[in-house]
């Protein structure tokens, strides 16, 4: 049997876990994240990992890395990652170095669409998109079965594509960002607003306007209209950007992650609509699936292992 090192670098911790082909899992840890460390630190639990497996050294085939930031895949190399502290850093070099088994490397978001492709929602599919619903609009793109990177391993930026021209400031500078509408953050905000100009609002009595979440609205839905707006505006917000994204690449399937996606079909059923309403050429040629994606904070540690897999 062949065997992989899955390994997600956050700015917190630094999981992994060992894994066949199949995605049985083998053996799972992590270690605190340290910037000064963080290849020693890597290498180390790559071979706890190995160990407490009880999978023989010369069948691990590879190790993969998902690491949040700007990667340069080609290289090996975090590029920029600002939450961790890391510039220029040759990550994949270091821990291959130190392991003597062959290392990749990927933006985590990447990472974690390869995982839900090879192993979740997505392996029944060759083509398809990850987008998260989180703090930003994240995901992956995977096209015949292979991640899309793009120019320099910088492409598929899911979250930057400009839904509204000259709309609510994005973080990335730009205004009118995907992210800036469709994320939990962006709900939020929404949510917050609504509250702020009906003071007659049911959400009122969960919440008040600086303690509302993502979840308020939704949660207020089936008995408040202000609401039922916030979440019917945010549907649309979603469905734009889908559409947009479906219209490009035109995958078999778009899985969705992150808090938000924990709605369900209170969610994706009203979402469904709307997108399928909006697809070029409708659904009856191509139809896009819109699914939850089902592997959770799973998918990066599954998806740096179906990296190395590659």
Known sequence: MSFFVGIDV???????????ASGKAYAEGSTPFKT?????????LCKQLISKSGCPTGE????GIGCAGMIDSGN???VFAGNLGLKNYPLAKLVREATGF???????????????ATFGAGKNYADSILVTLGTG???????????????????????????????????CGRRGCFEAYASATAL?????????????????????????????????????????????????????GLVNLANTFRPQVIMLGGGISNQGENLIAPLRKKFDKELFGGV???????????????????????????
């Open 188 to 240: 939020t905000k929404q949510t917050k607003r609504a509250m702020e100009e009906d003071t007659g609002s049911a959400m009122w009595k969960l919440c008040t306007s600086e303690t509302a979440t993502a979840k308020t609205a939704f949660d207020c839905m089936d008995s408040d209209v202000t609401a039922r707006r916030v979440v019917e505006r945010y549907i649309n917000y979603l469905a734009c």
């Open 10 to 20: 956050g700015g917190t911790s630094v999981k992994g876990i060992v894994t066949d």
């Open 102 to 116: 062959p290392v990749k490397i990927t933006n985590d978001a990447n990472a974690a669409a390869l995982g839900e």
């Open 60 to 63: 691990v085939k590879g190790i």
């Open 137 to 171: 609009v994240g995901g992956g793109i995977i096209i015949g079965g292979k991640l899309f990177e793009g120019y320099k391993s910088v492409g598929a930026e899911i979250g930057h594509t400009v839904i509204e021209y000259g709309g609510e400031k994005c973080t």
């Open 284 to 310: 009856h040629y191509a139809p896009v699936k819109i699914v939850r994606a089902s592997l959770g904070a799973a998918a990066g540690v599954y998806g740096a292992a179906a990296l190395a897999m590659q």
């Open 36 to 44: 000064q460390t963080l290849a020693e630190d890597t290498a180390a």
């Open 76 to 78: 090996g190399a975090v």
